[in-house]
């Protein structure tokens, strides 16, 4: 988890820390898959049809995946202050 956490960071690094209008700060995301697991991973090519979440920074063309059942468990990790 700590390896998506690193990722979600650095894509999402420019962000309002609460996320308000990230379309407004270059962010857009897609949502693929049919079924809620983490089995198979972030890759929506090879995950067997698990939900994944992409996001792209600016329109750049590139999609950083990552597996929606991973995030809700990093989610209910979090430590709010």
């Known amino acids: 988890m700590q390896e998506m956490l690193d990722r979600l960071k ?5 962000c309002r ?3 308000h ?3 407004e700060q270059g ?3 897609v ?3 049919y079924h809620l697991d983490n089995a198979m991973g972030d890759d929506p090519n090879r ?6 979440l ?3 920074k600016n329109y750049d ?3 950083e995946w990552f597996n929606l059942a991973t995030l809700i468990a990093l989610a209910r990790k979090a430590k709010v202050d």
Not at 10 to 14: C, H, M, P, S
Not at 47 to 52: A, D, I, L, S
């Open 17 to 19: 820390e609460d996320m």
């Open 54 to 56: 992409g996001i792209m």
């Open 10 to 14: 650095i894509v999402l690094k420019d």
């Open 31 to 33: 949502v693929t898959g």
């Open 21 to 23: 209008e990230p379309d």
């Open 61 to 63: 063309g590139h999609f």
């Open 47 to 52: 995950n067997c049809g698990e939900m994944t």
């Open 27 to 29: 962010i857009t995301c």
